[in-house]
Nanobody, 127 residues
Framework: QVQLVESGGGSVQSGGSLTLSCVASLRTRGGYCIGWFRQAPGKEREGVAAIEWDGSTSYLDSVKGRFTISQDNAKNTLYLQMNNLEPEDTAMYYC?????????????????????WGQGTLVTVSS
Protein backbone atom coordinates (compact mmCIF):
# COMPACT_ATOMS: atom_id res chain seq x y z
CA GLN A 1 0.00 0.00 0.00
CA VAL A 2 1.38 3.37 -1.04
CA GLN A 3 1.42 6.03 1.66
CA LEU A 4 1.13 9.69 0.71
CA VAL A 5 1.24 12.52 3.26
CA GLU A 6 0.58 16.10 2.16
CA SER A 7 1.45 19.34 3.93
CA GLY A 8 1.89 23.02 3.21
CA GLY A 9 -1.65 24.24 2.74
CA GLY A 10 -2.83 27.51 4.22
CA SER A 11 -4.62 30.78 3.64
CA VAL A 12 -3.21 33.45 1.34
CA GLN A 13 -4.44 36.49 -0.48
CA SER A 14 -4.92 36.62 -4.21
CA GLY A 15 -1.55 36.87 -5.94
CA GLY A 16 0.22 35.07 -3.13
CA SER A 17 2.25 31.86 -3.20
CA LEU A 18 2.29 28.51 -1.42
CA THR A 19 4.35 25.36 -1.75
CA LEU A 20 2.72 22.01 -1.08
CA SER A 21 4.71 18.91 -0.18
CA CYS A 22 3.86 15.23 -0.37
CA VAL A 23 6.05 12.56 1.19
CA ALA A 24 5.54 9.32 -0.72
CA SER A 25 6.47 5.76 0.15
CA LEU A 26 7.32 5.06 -3.46
CA ARG A 27 9.43 6.26 -6.32
CA THR A 28 8.06 6.75 -9.77
CA ARG A 29 9.18 4.41 -12.51
CA GLY A 30 8.53 4.19 -16.21
CA GLY A 31 4.84 4.67 -16.95
CA TYR A 32 4.06 5.47 -13.31
CA CYS A 33 3.35 9.00 -12.14
CA ILE A 34 2.70 10.92 -8.99
CA GLY A 35 0.69 14.09 -9.02
CA TRP A 36 -1.61 16.65 -7.44
CA PHE A 37 -5.37 16.82 -7.56
CA ARG A 38 -7.76 19.32 -6.04
CA GLN A 39 -11.40 19.42 -5.11
CA ALA A 40 -13.36 22.59 -4.43
CA PRO A 41 -16.68 22.46 -2.57
CA GLY A 42 -19.42 21.24 -4.87
CA LYS A 43 -17.02 20.47 -7.71
CA GLU A 44 -15.40 17.37 -9.18
CA ARG A 45 -11.94 16.35 -8.13
CA GLU A 46 -9.54 17.32 -10.91
CA GLY A 47 -5.96 16.62 -11.75
CA VAL A 48 -3.74 19.70 -11.45
CA ALA A 49 -0.25 18.43 -12.29
CA ALA A 50 1.62 15.15 -12.68
CA ILE A 51 5.26 14.12 -12.97
CA GLU A 52 6.92 10.96 -14.25
CA TRP A 53 10.17 9.34 -13.13
CA ASP A 54 12.12 11.05 -15.90
CA GLY A 55 10.84 14.48 -14.88
CA SER A 56 8.24 14.81 -17.61
CA THR A 57 5.36 16.99 -16.40
CA SER A 58 1.81 17.78 -17.36
CA TYR A 59 -0.51 20.53 -16.10
CA LEU A 60 -4.13 21.55 -16.02
CA ASP A 61 -4.56 24.42 -18.50
CA SER A 62 -5.77 26.87 -15.86
CA VAL A 63 -2.58 26.52 -13.78
CA LYS A 64 0.02 26.51 -16.56
CA GLY A 65 2.60 29.22 -15.98
CA ARG A 66 1.56 29.60 -12.32
CA PHE A 67 2.13 26.14 -10.78
CA THR A 68 5.26 24.00 -10.94
CA ILE A 69 5.44 20.35 -9.95
CA SER A 70 8.76 18.82 -8.96
CA GLN A 71 10.15 15.86 -7.07
CA ASP A 72 13.13 15.18 -4.87
CA ASN A 73 13.86 11.49 -5.28
CA ALA A 74 16.40 11.48 -2.47
CA LYS A 75 13.68 12.62 -0.07
CA ASN A 76 10.80 10.74 -1.75
CA THR A 77 8.99 14.07 -1.78
CA LEU A 78 6.74 15.69 -4.34
CA TYR A 79 6.24 19.46 -4.44
CA LEU A 80 3.75 21.85 -5.96
CA GLN A 81 4.94 25.44 -6.11
CA MET A 82 1.88 27.66 -6.58
CA ASN A 83 2.38 31.29 -7.59
CA ASN A 84 -0.04 34.07 -8.43
CA LEU A 85 -2.83 32.22 -6.63
CA GLU A 86 -6.42 33.09 -7.47
CA PRO A 87 -9.62 32.60 -5.43
CA GLU A 88 -10.56 29.91 -7.96
CA ASP A 89 -7.58 27.86 -6.71
CA THR A 90 -9.28 27.43 -3.32
CA ALA A 91 -9.68 23.69 -2.74
CA MET A 92 -8.50 20.66 -0.85
CA TYR A 93 -5.32 19.48 -2.57
CA TYR A 94 -4.47 15.79 -2.69
CA CYS A 95 -1.43 13.83 -3.68
CA UNK A 96 -2.07 10.73 -5.80
CA UNK A 97 -0.09 8.01 -7.55
CA UNK A 98 -0.91 5.79 -10.49
CA UNK A 99 -0.27 5.20 -14.16
CA UNK A 100 0.67 8.30 -16.09
CA UNK A 101 -2.26 7.82 -18.45
CA UNK A 102 -4.64 8.02 -15.48
CA UNK A 103 -2.99 11.02 -13.81
CA UNK A 104 -2.71 13.28 -16.85
CA UNK A 105 -4.74 16.40 -15.98
CA UNK A 106 -7.64 16.93 -15.71
CA UNK A 107 -8.13 13.17 -15.16
CA UNK A 108 -11.84 13.48 -14.26
CA UNK A 109 -12.64 10.04 -15.71
CA UNK A 110 -9.96 8.20 -13.74
CA UNK A 111 -10.50 9.72 -10.29
CA UNK A 112 -12.77 6.85 -9.10
CA UNK A 113 -10.17 4.30 -10.19
CA UNK A 114 -7.13 5.78 -8.46
CA UNK A 115 -6.42 3.87 -5.27
CA UNK A 116 -3.52 5.77 -3.76
CA TRP A 117 -4.47 9.11 -2.17
CA GLY A 118 -3.18 11.28 0.64
CA GLN A 119 -5.42 12.86 3.26
CA GLY A 120 -5.35 16.28 1.62
CA THR A 121 -4.21 19.77 2.57
CA LEU A 122 -6.49 22.81 2.37
CA VAL A 123 -5.60 25.88 0.30
CA THR A 124 -7.72 29.00 0.73
CA VAL A 125 -7.19 32.06 -1.46
CA SER A 126 -9.01 35.25 -0.57
CA SER A 127 -9.64 38.14 -2.94
Amino acid sequence: QVQLVESGGGSVQSGGSLTLSCVASLRTRGGYCIGWFRQAPGKEREGVAAIEWDGSTSYLDSVKGRFTISQDNAKNTLYLQMNNLEPEDTAMYYCAAGSCSMLAPPAYYYVPYLENWGQGTLVTVSS
